[in-house]
């Protein structure tokens, strides 16, 4: 392991924090540090350069408008891009999904160019998908079920260079049968929740993937609780 | 400038008669306060009822995402030293409550309507409003209602086109100051409240909002932060005229101040003295059992509602001055919004070191954030339970909106 501090870039949280994305981030943090490894969240705002020398980058949902003026700024200051070229882990939550593809097609059916980090495209569905949402992990990435909640018009298809994250059984995800996508350590979702905190094996999975290290389990009854109750919800 | 209001036409007196006492049926037979349908009722009977039911009234319309219940009981109380004011109190903020209210009080020469900002257009469409006040506008109930820059939108495009109308609005609020930016009269308040989270980038033009210290300007367009005509300082206010005046509130916080200050610079545009105006809101304690204090066993435990994460910041920061422990509350019912990602938007790290106790139908939820936090707790998803196992003497419990209402019905029924 390394004694270097693992640096996790919270992405545009004045503009892609609608669905509490901090979240994501604290948790990565934690659970890092609660292990001995030194983490730090660096924020990066609106009118920032983004830096390419993070070791995760978390990006979060919004708002069409506040979406749309994201994918710009991280075009025009692309560390991100360079980033994902040197190996860094990327999380890409809700607008995550859309805006990492090669294009997404609003409601309105303009089409905007994605940032291409993932093999994917995203149009708008015909109903918005809302709710608890329940979905089993493809290709073992992890133990135990993935939840969490969706609130999305968005639907997306993967390339044959992306894989899905999951297998949806209760919810829709991209398309009401997979949900997410994954492209070397880019991982995507539509779930919420956040999806981290709900989601304990999937942030350690990111921080294996940042630290080169195995990580032990962690024990917080709270969690395992929580996951439990929505599951029971959601079936 | 006491015109007594227009006679109302025999279509309406029917509708608002039917309408009153479809509300004592629905209070006797156990359908809650009867605030909501008997409105319904005689918009039914007749959809203009909330235009004749204000005519020849002086109106006063209060909107925005926090504090609307608590700014218009002040405003109210202010402007009773004019003469009788009809109200809506106990949040029925839609126009089915506000006919409710008006036909109550068909004399009464004032208006207060506290209105839900998505029934902002309507409402002062069909009442005319002298006075529109928009207290602050940030995210609530994500997965419920609009977003928020569309809610910007439709406030801006009903201000601009009110005539004779006096908008009150906050300075400190992007939004807000958007939203009121281009109305004929602007009084504007500098309220020292403000979320900043939704309003990194102009409504107007996209470009960044740049703040230095309390300014702010867009960095694309003339948007930028008024002259204040009124200021909110520490415990008081200093008027247009210069003039420092002590608030002296009974409720807590720096919000409530705000909340004060926007309702006196309302008061104040339909004719209340200042001091007046003061002397009146003073007095307001308790807002539809919000800052109730209830005793049991030994302990006493002060309601807070906070519905969002504006909400819960500003409670968290009131309650952070005494040290008393703390019972947090979290339903997420259809009106609370079923999404509660909003929990990692609120800063619990502030209840480090205190005794918390997790409550309400999502209290492992909470737990979970409370656990990341790093703020040692406890999980009793009763409420009331959860108060008892409070050592005894003063307990705050702050509850989100049908938390809040189940328990304040429940400590209202053990009374
Ligand atoms: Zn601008």
């Given at each position: 392991?390394s ?7 919270l ?18 943090e ?9 983490a ?15 070791d ?10 506040a ?12 560390g ?22 090669e294009s ?7 089409t ?11 149009h ?15 290709n073992?990435l992890?133990?135990?079920?993935l ?14 260079s992306?894989?899905p994250l ?20 880019i991982?995507?979702t539509?779930?919420h ?11 350690d ?13 962690l ?17 | 400038?006491?015109?007594?209001p227009a ?15 479809s509300?004592t ?7 809650g ?20 039911l204000?005519?020849g ?13 608590t700014s ?17 109190h106990?949040g029925?903020n ?13 004399d ?12 902002f ?10 006075v ?16 928020v820059?569309t ?6 495009d ?36 403000g ?18 210290g309390?300014?702010w300007?867009?960095?694309g ?12 300082t ?6 247009p ?19 004060a200050?926007m ?8 004719g ?9 809101l ?5 807002v539809?059992?919000?800052?109730r ?7 006493s ?5 906070s ?14 001055e ?13 009106a609370?919004?079923?999404d ?7 800063p ?10 997790a409550?309400?139908e ?23 339970k ?7 003497g ?15 019905a429940?400590?209202?029924?053990d009374?």
């Amino acid at each position: 392991m390394s004694e270097s501090t693992i640096q996790i870039a919270l992405v545009l949280p004045d503009l892609l924090g609608t669905y509490g994305d901090f979240g994501n981030a604290v948790v990565l943090e934690k659970r890092m540090t609660w292990r001995g490894i030194k983490a730090e969240i660096v924020p990066i705002n609106y009118g920032q350069p983004v830096p390419d020398s993070c070791d995760i980058y978390v990006v979060g949902g919004g708002e069409d408008t506040a979406q749309t003026l994201a994918v710009k700024h991280l075009r025009e200051h692309p560390g991100l891009q360079r980033a994902v070229t040197k190996n860094a882990v990327v999380l890409g939550v809700c607008a995550g999904i859309q805006i990492f593809g090669e294009s997404f097609t609003r409601a309105d059916n303009v089409t905007h160019p994605g940032m291409g980090l993932i093999d994917s495209t995203s149009h708008a569905g015909g109903s918005r998908a809302i709710g608890e949402v329940i979905a089993e992990p493809a290709n073992g990435l992890f133990e135990g079920v993935l939840t969490g909640f969706e609130n999305h018009q968005g639907r997306t298809v993967l390339g044959p260079s992306a894989r899905p994250l999951a297998h949806v059984k209760v919810g829709t995800g991209n398309d009401g049968s997979v949900e997410g996508a994954v492209q070397g350590r880019i991982v995507c979702t539509y779930l919420h929740g956040p999806v981290l905190p709900r989601n304990p094996q999937l942030a350690d999975l990111l921080i294996e993937w940042a630290t080169g290290t195995k990580v032990a389990p962690l024990d917080l009854p709270a969690v395992t609780a929580m996951r439990a109750e929505r599951v029971r919800a959601a079936s | 400038m006491n015109d007594s209001p227009a006679r109302l036409p025999l279509r309406t007196a029917a509708a608002v008669k039917l309408g009153n006492l479809s509300s004592t049926l629905s209070q006797k037979m156990g359908l809650g306060a009867g605030g909501m349908i008997g409105g319904r009722v005689a918009l039914k009977l007749d959809p203009q009822a909330l235009n004749r039911l204000t005519q020849g009234r002086r109106v006063a319309v209060v909107t925005g995402t926090n504090g609307k219940t608590t700014s218009t009981m002040m405003l109210a109380r202010a402007v009773s030293a004019l003469g009788e004011v009809a109200t809506n109190h106990s949040g029925a903020n839609m126009p089915d409550g506000h006919v409710t209210a008006l036909s109550k009080q068909p004399d009464a020469p004032y208006a207060v309507l506290e209105c839900d900002e998505g029934y902002f257009p309507a409402v002062a469409g069909a009442s005319n409003p002298a006075v529109a006040v928009i207290l602050n506008l940030s995210r609530d109930q994500l997965d419920r209602v609009g977003e928020v820059r569309t809610i910007e939108r439709s406030l801006r495009d009903t201000v601009t086109a009110l005539k004779d109308c006096t908008v009150v609005a906050n300075c400190d609020d992007v939004m807000v100051t958007s939203a009121a930016w281009n109305a004929q009269k602007v009084v504007w308040v500098a309220t020292g409240t403000g979320w900043h989270h939704d309003s990194a980038s102009c409504p107007r033009c996209g470009n960044p909002i740049q703040w230095q210290g309390e300014h702010w300007h867009c960095t694309g367009c003339d948007l930028a932060r008024p002259h204040p005509n009124w200021i909110t300082t520490d415990e008081a206010m200093i008027t247009p005229e210069h003039h420092k005046v002590e608030l002296r509130l009974t409720l807590p916080g720096k919000f409530n101040q705000a909340n004060a200050v926007m309702a006196s610079a309302a008061a104040y545009a339909l004719g209340v003295p200042t001091e007046e105006a003061v002397r009146r809101l003073r007095g307001v304690s308790n807002v539809s059992g919000r800052y109730r204090t209830i005793q049991r066993n030994g302990r006493s435990a002060r309601l807070l509602l906070s519905k969002n994460p504006a909400g819960w910041s500003e409670t968290l920061t009131v309650v952070k001055e005494a040290n008393h422990p703390a019972v947090l509350v979290i339903n997420a019912q259809e009106a609370d919004g079923r999404d509660l990602s909003w929990l990692w938007d609120v800063p619990f790290e502030r209840m480090q070191g205190r005794t918390v106790i997790a409550s309400g139908e999502r209290a492992t939820d909470l737990a979970v954030r409370l656990t990341y936090a790093e703020v040692e707790h406890t999980i009793v998803p009763d409420p009331l339970k959860a108060i008892d196992q409070m050592p005894p003497g003063a307990v705050e419990v702050i509850a989100n909106y049908t938390a809040f209402r189940d328990l304040n019905a429940r400590a209202a029924a053990d009374e």
